[in-house]
């Protein structure tokens, strides 16, 4: 019986993992599931295991020799789908048995254009909820238009709110993990890739209910992203230049831009303090130096920094979209390995 999804596995902010994610898809996914890697640049003994696990179990694997934004990775791997459906999933999350299938029932029950998993964080895997579904809209004030999003749910345990989700119509869904129609492409041409960091998750769930297309959660589909504490050294270029100050800020403007939202609104600044803090995570040492003058003002004091330090490591200038960067963003050439 042929599969009725694709599932595309893209990296989102470190490599570190991607070996026991990679493991969890494999052992809780049919065998018969067309797959998809996208290996944007990973260390080399990262890429020789994918290399060969990818070779193993007939898993297409394309590698480019440089980092990838995520929409620009989930469009290669949207390219190579031929399936009715492509499940999106990160290289940091661990799933669960029947995850995908109850993702596509799901789809076929209701008519739903994405549907996403119970979102769940950290480890134990499955215990603290990240997302169960969420906000997503916009709102006028003083002929202004604002925007206004919210994570349903978001460090609740798991236990006990389970028993009480059902599948619903939602909002927002993120990219951890997410079944699409593989006709949003014809529909809406690639995913945006002007979002390079933040927000592209907001602009898809958008367009699909700006258009009427169903937005569902199914918690009978249960996955875990797993933060990126502590980071490894290979993983720090990468980190750092997927949540760079440069990226950030031409994200959140294009998505100022695109869907006509006040300069001035605080959820922009609140998203980019968000991403700003999310780097800064890595940063135990600045932490521990500055820990005398307070909890509160250190991590001012180390975000100031780490603002600086972005800006002069990756110029705005030299991030924006299809121009070539230093730091080797725009990828030069593909290997596609389907074994």
Known sequence: MDSLATVAIVPRERFSFSERSLE????????????????GNSPTHVQQYLENRCADRHIGLVREDNFLSPNVAR?????????????????DVLVTPDWLEKLVHCAESTGAWAVGPLYCQGEPAGAQIHMAGGKAHFYQHEGRRYFRESHTL?????VDVLPSLQQSQVELLEFHTMLVRTDIFERFGKLDEEFL????????????RTAGLGVYMEPASVVTYVGPQP??????????????????????NRFREKWGVCPTDPGIEHVLTWATNHRCKVQTTWHSLLRPLGRARARRVVAACEVFQSRRQF??????PGKPFSGQVQPQHSKLRAA
């Open 75 to 91: 469009n290669k791997a949207a390219a190579l789908a031929r399936t009715k459906y492509l499940a999106f999933i990160d290289n």
């Open 154 to 158: 978001c460090g609740k345990s798991t």
């Open 197 to 208: 960091s933040v927000h592209e998750h907001v602009d898809l769930c958008l367009s699909l």
């Open 24 to 39: 969890s898809v494999l052992q809780h996914t049919p065998n018969a599931t067309p797959i998809v890697y996208i290996d």
């Open 315 to 320: 110029a705005l200038a030299e991030c924006l």
């Open 231 to 252: 980071l490894e050294e290979d993983d720090m270029s990468y980190f750092k230049l997927r949540w760079c100050d440069a990226w950030n800020r031409l994200s959140m």
